[in-house]
């Protein structure tokens, strides 16, 4: 695992950043990749002082020539693929198909935002004045905070740079402090294909390195337009209230407690493989990994056979290895979480299968661990709180209403699942009677979004939409405009003002 080499391959030159405060640890062995300096606020205020001056360039850019940028740059990341995905798995920790996967997605997120560059449309509304037209008109927003998660290190910055980026704002990223190496990498990436054409603005995008005071300065700033923040809902309700008080933009994609009902008609294949893949993969550590289970009780006790016999086999180890389904966690911080959470499950009743670590002797600065199924007698408080491990809590049910009801009883709404053959169960279940996620799925599992939707959810999920669909609005302003063409002045609602002559 040479990273100095893989580095070197990506254009990262770490030499202005090396000093104390922020340890890049690989989760593959809890070895120290790199030690980079903290941003100063000086710095910091400085980056967005250039973030600004580029926003008052870069707006001025049409919008397709902003998106021969990201097109350029989306090349850079297909050269690059399978270096930036292995970097993405080595710093954290899923396996090489995954830390592939996230890579393509910037590339896929790209190649939505070129289009996108073109498409840009207000519309056109009728007006009740005789001789007025009425539009909507969006305009760039302004200087746009990025805050990222270290599950997906770089696709998620990418969802939000691409749109920002066309949509004529400059980006300003703060990545996780554990995984501080891949944005580092994509800056370089992207700094390549700035370089590929003439004029760009310099700061148009950069990155900050720090933790908890480094993201409070930067919404604090009154420069910044917009912040996108995507982790829990603990940073995120702290984001939201730093941002409050000026009234600043705020795109909040936060915590998931996602659940899966499984129906008497399902076919029981599928969703088996679903299930594995969505709560197993990433190592539990999605915002949209599968986290509860509800079971028709005419299947439940065979599918809790079937689950048990996948778990046993389920393959855990390196990542870079061949082989391995599942990597390690995050760190051992997150191990403890995971333990503390299989222990309250118990004490509330629960059936715990799995969840011990392995290779712990060969990898004593790690925390690889079996995937964990607990069986619940209801709803618990354990339950119903997210935690960023592989842990699936099955329930029962008996008819479908409540199913619905123990699938919308958490305060997060991020993403669900049905498997039904059943028509009419699938349609309840997508109706404004059924699940109260931003995330809707029938027959295919809650993890796993592709970027031509809209990604995000409701309630303590923040409410946010990234990626596809019409989330660029977010990252736009919007004027209403009437234009009057006649030589009257008639008012709205049909108002008179006459002034003596």
């Known amino acids: 695992m040479d990273i100095s080499a893989l580095l070197a391959e990506l254009n990262v030159d770490l ?37 600004q001056r580029a926003f008052h360039l870069w707006r001025d850019w049409p919008a397709p020539r902003r998106g021969e940028l990201i097109r350029l740059f989306g090349e850079e990341l297909r050269n690059a693929k399978p270096r ?37 449309y207000g519309l056109t509304m009728a007006s009740e004045r005789p001789g007025h037209r009425m539009m909507e008109t969006w305009h760039p927003l302004g200087v746009s905070v990025v805050i990222s998660a270290f599950n997906f290190p770089v696709a998620v910055w990418a969802w939000n740079a691409a749109l920002a980026l066309v949509c004529g704002n400059s980006v300003v990223w703060k990545p996780s402090e554990k995984t501080p190496l891949c944005a580092l990498a994509c800056q370089a990436l992207f700094e390549r294909a700035a370089r590929r054409i003439e004029g760009v603005p310099e700061g148009l995008t950069s990155v900050i390195l720090g933790a908890h005071e480094q993201g409070a300065q930067l919404v604090d700033d009154a420069r910044v337009a917009l912040v996108s923040a995507t982790g829990s809902t603990r940073m995120g309700r702290a984001v939201a209230v730093r941002a409050a008080p000026r009234f600043v933009r705020t795109l909040l994609e936060l915590g998931g407690n996602n659940a899966m009902i499984v129906a008497p008609s ?45 778990w046993d086999s389920l393959p855990v180890g390196n990542p870079l290895d061949d082989g ?85 009883g958490v305060p997060q709404g991020l993403s669900s699942s049905i498997f039904t053959n059943d028509l009419r169960e699938a349609e309840l279940f997508l109706s404004s009677k059924g699940s109260d996620c931003g995330i809707a799925n029938v027959n295919i599992g809650p993890s796993g979004a592709e970027i031509g939707g809209a990604f995000g959810g409701e309630k303590e999920t923040g409410g946010g939409r990234e990626s596809g669909s019409d989330a660029w609005k977010a990252y736009m302003r919007r004027a209403t405009n009437t ?18 002559s």
């Open 84 to 120: 930036l995905g292995r970097l993405v798995s080595i710093e954290s920790g899923k396996i090489l198909q995954e830390g592939f996967g996230e890579v393509q997605e910037m590339i896929d997120i790209c190649d939505f935002a070129v289009g996108l560059s073109r498409q840009l």
């Open 324 to 408: 391995p389904l599942v990597g390690p966690l995050i760190d051992l911080s997150a191990l403890q979480q995971m333990q503390a959470a299989l222990d309250a499950a118990r004490n509330e009743g629960g059936e715990v299968y799995g969840g011990a670590r392995v290779h712990a002797q060969h990898y004593p600065g790690a925390a690889y661990v079996k995937p964990a199924l607990a069986v619940m007698p209801a709803q618990s408080d354990i339950v119903q709180r997210e935690t960023f491990a592989p842990i699936l809590y099955v329930m029962k049910y008996r008819a479908i209403e409540d199913a619905i009801a123990l699938q919308n």
């Open 483 to 500: 234009i009057n063409y006649s030589r009257e002045l008639p008012l709205a609602q049909g108002i008179r003002f006459d002034l003596e």
């Open 15 to 51: 030499l202005p950043e090396q000093g104390q405060g922020v340890v890049s640890r690989s989760p593959i062995d809890g070895a120290t990749l790199a030690e980079l300096a903290v941003h100063s606020p000086e710095r910091i205020a400085q980056t967005l002082a250039r973030a």
């Open 266 to 310: 399902a076919d029981l294949d599928l969703a088996l493989r679903a299930i594995t893949f969505a709560a197993a993969g990433t190592a539990g550590q999605r915002c949209t990994t599968l986290r509860r289970l509800i079971v028709h009780e005419s299947i439940h006790d065979a599918l809790i056979e079937r689950l048990k016999k996948v």
